[in-house]
Nanobody, 125 residues
């Protein structure tokens, strides 16, 4: 089993920056990829970034490219999501996820085995 704990959410204004953290524990050495997703009220969970734990290869949807950066600290088993130039529509609960399957689609939330509890990000004008 893998446990994930997110932190760093909060209330910010449009244009601000925020960095989220996700610490993995348990069988963290089995993790192949870690991702960030967000879910706004009434909407489906949306992929925002992923990173392969060993290689550091990153993936982003077009909607956040240039604004979001995912990174990892291999030793600390921690993944970060740096979010810049925040928009109102980025308000959501942000979830960290991990998967141990190298063949999984890292942009599909249904492919991830482990999830954190989520951290609220609220962007106000």
């Amino acid at each position: 089993q893998v446990q994930l704990v997110e932190s760093g959410g909060g209330l910010v204004q449009t244009g601000d920056s925020l960095r989220l953290s996700c610490v993995a524990s348990g069988r963290a050495w089995d993790i192949y990829v870690m991702g960030w997703f967000r879910q706004a009220p009434g909407k489906e969970r949306e992929f925002v970034a992923a990173i392969r734990r060993a290689s550091g290869t990153t993936y982003y949807p077009d909607s956040v490219k240039g604004r979001f950066t995912i990174s990892r600290d291999f030793v600390k088993n921690t993944v970060y999501l740096q979010m810049n130039s925040l928009k109102l529509e980025y308000t959501a609960v942000y979830y960290c996820a991990a998967d141990t399957n190298p063949a999984a689609d890292n942009q599909n939330p249904y492919e991830y085995e482990f999830w954190g509890q989520g951290t609220q990000v609220t962007v106000s004008s």
